[in-house]
């Protein structure tokens, strides 16, 4: 029961991240609301082709961080299966770039692979970093 609470709270937890992230990423660098419209293919390849790098960037970026968080988390609320808790984190917040390369960047297929590659890594070295500082002390 502990290893499930700590994966839902851990993706909730990357999830919040990655939307602060991304709500200041739109700040910075905003969409037109003409573009976000995923039914329409000229709109699509629109949005593709007027997006900065920097914004993409920035969602691998908070997707990262997120992840990184996500996982810190959920090793520190099951303290034991990490690796099972870390993977079960990262297969949740994997649905983001799923999301990203069907809805929002369907034509630029880097973006989601990046994303699903920094999920993995990063979701795992979260937990890795709360076990290599509580080593001593669980």
Do not use: C, Q
Request: charged share 10%; net charge positive; proline share 5%.
């Amino acid at each position: 029961m502990r290893g499930t609470v700590s994966i839902i709270i851990g993706a909730i937890v990357g999830s919040i991240v990655f939307f602060i992230m991304a709500f200041i990423a739109n700040l910075i660098s905003p969409t037109p609301p003409e573009l976000m419209d995923p039914s329409t293919p000229e709109a699509v390849a629109e949005r593709v082709a007027s997006t900065s790098t920097y914004t993409w960037f920035t969602t691998i970026i908070g997707l990262s961080i997120g992840s990184f968080l996500g996982g810190l988390l959920g090793a520190r609320i099951t303290h034991s299966s990490i690796f099972k808790v870390t993977l079960g984190i990262g297969i949740i917040l994997s649905l983001w770039a799923f999301y990203t390369f069907y809805v929002v960047y369907p034509e630029a297929l880097w973006v989601p692979a990046a994303m699903l590659i920094s999920i993995f890594i990063f979701t795992y070295l979260g937990g890795l970093a709360y076990a290599k500082k509580n080593k001593g002390k669980a």
